[in-house]
C-alpha cells in the first residue's frame, strides 16, 4: 500500500468514529427524550424536580382528605355517644319505677276495697293508704311516669296486652273492655303495657 493509499483509509476511519458518535448522540437525545420535553441540552431543565413536586402535593391532598374523613368520623362518634348518654340519663329511672309499680298496684286494690260508708273502719284504715298512695303517685309524675288511659279506647299491641276477651252487645270488636292492669308510661316509652279484657 502506498503512502496514499494509506492515508485515505485514514480519512474514512474518521468518518466512521465521527457517525458512530454522531449515531450515539441521537441515541441519547431519544432517551432523553422519553422522559423530558425538554431540550437535552437545555441546563435549566426542572422536568424531575416537577415530576416530584407533583407527587407530593398529590400525596398532601390523600393526607388532608384522610384527616379529613377521620375528623368527620370523629365528630360522628362523639354525637352518637353523646346521644346513647343522654337516652340512658333520660331513663336512668327506669328500672327503680318498674321496681315501684307492684307497689302501686297494692295500693290501689287496698283502696277499691273501700265502700261508701267513709266513717267504718276500713274506711279510717284506707285513710292512711290513700295518702300514701297519692303520695307516690305524685313522685312519679314528677319524674314523667304516667298510666296509660286505656278504657273505652281501641286495642293497639303497642300500648295493651290482651288477657281476656268478651263479646259485648251494641261494642265494636277490639275496643278495651277492662283494664286488669295498668300500663305505664316514662317519658314516651311504654315501660309496661295494660293488661285489659277486649271485646270480641
Known sequence: MDKEEYKEDKKY?????????HDYDK???????????????DKDCKCHDDKKLEESLEKIKKLEEEILKAKADNINYRKRKDE????????????????????IDNFERAINLDDENLDDELSKFLTGFKMIYCHLVEVLEKYDVMAIDDKGKEFDPKFHQAVLTEKVEGMKPGMVIDVMQKGYMLKDKVIR???????E
Open 193 to 199: 303495657p295494660a293488661m285489659v279484657k277486649v271485646s
Open 84 to 103: 346513647e348518654v343522654s337516652k340512658m340519663l333520660e331513663f336512668a329511672n327506669e328500672d327503680l319505677v318498674k321496681d315501684i309499680l307492684p307497689s
Open 13 to 21: 476511519d474518521k468518518h466512521d468514529k465521527h457517525d458512530k458518535h
Open 27 to 41: 441515541h441519547d437525545d431519544k432517551h432523553h427524550d422519553k422522559h423530558c420535553k425538554c431540550d437535552k441540552h
